[in-house]
C-alpha cells in the first residue's frame, strides 16, 4: 500500500447483537464466554424446527433503541418508524449508535464531506402484511378468489408496505436524518456485504469524494419467509439439544448454521480529520476486498473465491501472510463450508500458520450483519491485545487444518483479516491494524 495515500481509521462502533448492543457489551460477553444462543421466540417450532437463534432481543424498534440524535431528526426518525421493517431498524440503529460513539453530530462535517454505504440481505415481506387483503378475497368456503385481489385485496394493505423492505432503505434514513450528502451506496450481497461496503467506504476516501463514510449492515435468518428459505435450502443445526451449543465452527461433530439477527456499522474517517477531532481510533484499515467464483453449470466454489480474496488483500496492503496476527473467519459451523474455508486459510497462510477465531460460536449467522460485529470484536481484540476463545470447537476438525483459538491468547502482531463468505461462491475480505501514531 502506498502510504501518500490519505489513511483511512476506523472512530465509531455500533452494534446490535445477540450478545450485546455495544463495544462494551460484546467485548464482555466474549472474554466471559457468554453464549447469545438460545431457543427461538415467534417460529412455529412444528415447521421450523431449529435447535437454537441468535436473537437481539433487548432491540424492540422503541426511538431509544437509536441513541441520542438531534430532536428534529428524532423526530422525524420515530415517524418513519412504522416504514420500517426490523432488519431495517437494527440498521438504521446500529449507524446511529456508530455516529454517536465518534462524536459526529450534523455539522461535524460538511454535508457533502460524509457519506454511507450500507449492506444487507435481500428483504422479505412478512405473510401478515397481506392477511387483510387476502381475507378480502375469500368466499365464504374459504377459498381465495385472485380475479378479486386487485379490487378487494389490493386496498386493504399499507399503502407504503414496500418501502419497509427495500434493502436501500437503512442507507436512505441515515443520510436523511443525518444530512449525509456525500457518496451513498446499497449493495445486497447476504455475507459477503460487510467486505465489500468496507471497500466502497475505503475507496471513497481514499479518492477524496469523502471524508467520513458511515459502513453498515443489517441482516437475518429469522424472519418468517427468510427462516423457511434458510431451512430447506442451507445445512441448519436442529433438533432439540443445548442451544448454546448448537454453533461449533471448525469441530468436528458440527451440527450446521444456526440463524441470527443482528447489524452493525462502523464510521471510516481519514485520520487527519480523526487526529484533528481528537477523537478515539480504534483502528486503520488497510484493504478491502471482494472476490466470487462459481465454476462449471454456476457451481459456487468457495474455497477459490475465499483464497482469491486473501491474497487480493494482502496484495492492497502490500503484506505478506506471516504478517497477520489473527484472521476472524466466516466459521458457519457447517461440514461443508468450515472444511472449505480451512482449506482456503491453510493455501494461504500454511496449515494452522495464523491463530483463526470464529465468533459465530457466540451469535449464529446474523446474515450480512454478521461481517461487521466480527470486525468489531477484531478491533476491540486489537485494544485490548487479547484474542478471545472460540466457543464449542471441542474436538476439533482433522480435516480442517486451521489453529482455531480455544483458550484466550495474547495478540502477536496487531493486524488481523476479516473474512466472509456466501452459498453462491461470494467473498470478501478486510485487513485491519491496531493505530499507534
Known amino acids: 500500500m502506498d502510504r501518500s495515500e490519505r489513511r483511512v481509521v476506523i472512530t465509531g462502533i455500533g ?3 445477540p450478545i450485546g448492543r455495544s463495544p462494551q457489551e460484546i467485548w464482555e460477553a466474549v472474554l466471559a464466554r457468554r453464549s447469545g444462543l438460545a431457543r427461538p421466540t415467534g417460529l412455529p417450532r412444528d415447521v421450523i424446527p431449529l435447535r ?10 422503541n426511538i431509544k433503541d437509536f441513541g441520542e440524535m438531534d430532536k428534529e431528526a428524532q423526530k422525524n426518525l420515530r415517524k418513519a418508524l412504522k416504514v420500517m421493517c426490523r432488519e431495517c431498524q437494527m440498521g438504521v440503529a446500529a449507524g446511529q449508535l456508530a455516529l454517536n460513539d465518534a462524536g459526529i453530530r450534523i455539522g461535524t462535517f460538511e454535508p457533502e464531506r460524509i457519506g454511507t454505504s450500507f449492506g444487507s440481505d435481500y428483504m422479505v415481506s412478512e405473510p401478515q402484511e397481506f392477511l387483510e387483503g387476502i381475507k378480502a378475497c375469500l368466499d365464504r368456503d374459504g377459498v381465495f378468489h385472485f380475479e378479486r385481489w386487485a379490487g378487494e ?8 408496505w414496500l418501502l419497509k423492505y427495500l434493502p436501500n432503505m437503512p442507507a436512505s434514513h441515515l ?5 449525509l450528502r456525500g457518496p451513498s451506496n446499497s449493495l445486497t450481497l447476504r455475507e459477503a456485504s460487510p467486505g465489500v461496503c468496507l471497500a466502497d467506504g ?14 453498515g449492515v443489517t441482516g437475518t435468518r429469522l424472519s418468517l419467509m427468510k427462516a423457511l428459505h434458510t431451512v430447506q435450502q ?3 443445526a436442529l433438533g432439540d439439544e443445548e442451544p448454546t451449543t448448537a454453533c461449533r465452527p471448525f469441530d468436528k461433530d458440527r451440527p450446521g448454521m444456526v440463524p441470527g439477527e443482528g447489524a452493525a456499522a462502523v464510521i471510516l474517517e481519514d485520520s487527519r480529520s480523526a487526529v484533528g477531532r481528537g477523537v478515539k481510533i480504534y483502528g486503520e484499515v488497510l484493504a478491502a476486498a471482494s472476490a466470487a467464483v462459481a465454476g462449471r453449470h454456476c457451481v459456487a466454489d468457495r474455497k477459490a473465491a475465499l483464497i482469491l480474496v486473501l491474497r487480493a488483500v494482502l496484495q492492497q496492503a502490500g503484506m ?25 486459510l491453510a493455501e494461504v497462510f500454511g496449515p494452522r500458520g495464523v491463530p483463526v477465531i470464529a465468533a459465530k460460536s457466540y451469535f449464529g449467522n446474523l446474515g450480512a450483519g454478521a461481517g461487521l460485529v466480527e470486525l468489531a470484536l477484531g478491533v476491540l481484540a ?3 491485545k487479547q484474542l478471545f476463545a472460540t466457543l464449542n470447537c471441542d474436538d476439533p476438525d482433522p480435516a480442517c487444518p486451521v489453529d482455531v483459538v480455544r483458550e484466550p491468547r495474547e495478540v502477536s502482531r496487531p493486524v488481523f483479516v476479516n473474512v466472509n463468505v456466501t452459498p453462491q461462491g461470494q467473498a470478501s475480505a478486510a485487513i485491519v491494524a491496531a493505530w499507534n501514531e
Open 234 to 236: 442451507e445445512e441448519v
Open 52 to 61: 437454537a437463534a441468535g436473537e437481539v432481543r433487548e432491540f424492540t424498534g
Open 202 to 215: 475505503l475507496n471513497a476516501i481514499r479518492a477524496g469524494r469523502a471524508d467520513c463514510m458511515v459502513v
Open 175 to 179: 443520510t436523511i436524518y443525518n444530512d
Open 15 to 17: 452494534v446490535l447483537s
Open 382 to 384: 486489537l485494544n485490548h
Open 320 to 344: 505478506r501472510p506471516s504478517d497477520i496476527g489473527f484472521v476472524m473467519a466466516h466459521g458457519l459451523g457447517t461440514q461443508s463450508c468450515d472444511r472449505e474455508e480451512a482449506e482456503a
Open 153 to 160: 385485496g389490493m386496498p386493504r394493505l399499507f399503502p407504503l
